[in-house]
């Protein structure tokens, strides 16, 4: 099983551009989410999923979009990027249920100039 | 709201110590209860969990965690330390909210550990 795996590793954006954060998991996952990483301020839900064509938002939804076609699959995309979005993006997945290990993916890195 | 905090962002110890991370958390009712550890330039992964049973949770590289639920406490600890337990930890708390789980983290503390 290769797990959670997430793409790319890195990137650098310019303010307003566009791009899309790849996450697939292999586990048959019905729970997806995402984070965003900051210094100090521990993960912050983005966006999740409780299954295919159902999502939701988190704490943090502002600027970004997710969809749920396959429930392998749960990408995150930035719609108009800005510095403040310059963070560590972790994709997770689990079984359903509060008492579920969740599993990451290895994060991309995102710097917006 | 809910809440879990995380007592020192950092904490340095000398390698063989002992190693105590603070966690409480805010909740009149019995959460779920995880530590999870992130080493450096990786994802997360799951150090131990309580859920229901045993109060004393044992989990992987010799951690073990108590949930004392007098204390509201989940506190992380380790006989000795070593230079490889170096990372940083979570604390994580699923409640039960209006039928729906609800996974809250605590900000992180950094484990430094001295030679």
């Known amino acids: 099983n290769a797990g959670v795996t997430q793409t790319p590793k890195f990137q650098v954006l310019k303010t307003g551009q566009s791009m899309t954060l790849q996450c697939a998991q292999d586990m048959n996952h019905e729970y997806m989410s995402w984070y965003r990483q900051d210094p100090g301020m521990g993960l912050r839900l983005i966006h999740y999923?409780?299954?295919?064509?159902?999502?939701d938002q988190g704490e943090v939804p502002n600027g970004y979009n997710v969809s749920r076609s396959t429930t392998e699959d749960f990408p995150l995309r930035l719609l108009s990027a800005a510095p403040s979005q310059t963070s560590v993006y972790f994709c997770?997945?689990?079984?359903?249920?509060?008492?579920?290990?969740?599993?990451f993916g290895p994060g991309t890195r995102l710097t917006v100039l | 709201a809910q809440s879990v905090t995380q007592l020192g962002s950092h904490v340095s110890v000398s390698e063989g110590a002992l190693v105590l991370l603070r966690c409480n958390y805010s909740?009149?009712?019995?959460?779920?209860l995880f530590w999870y550890v992130q080493y450096p330039n990786q994802g997360l992964q799951l150090l131990l969990k309580y859920t229901t049973g045993a109060t004393l949770v044992k989990g992987i590289n010799g951690f073990e965690a108590e949930f004392k639920k007098s204390e509201t406490s989940f506190h992380l600890t380790k006989p000795s330390a070593h230079m490889s337990d170096a990372a940083e930890y979570f604390c994580?708390?699923?409640?039960?909210?209006?039928?729906?789980?609800?996974?809250?983290w605590g900000a992180g503390t950094k484990l430094i550990i001295k030679p």
């Open positions: 909740s009149s009712v019995p959460p779920y």
């Open positions: 994580a708390v699923t409640l039960l909210m209006d039928s729906n789980y609800q996974l809250i």
């Open positions: 997770a997945s689990s079984y359903p249920g509060g008492d579920n290990e969740q599993f």
């Open positions: 999923s409780v299954g295919a064509g159902i999502t």
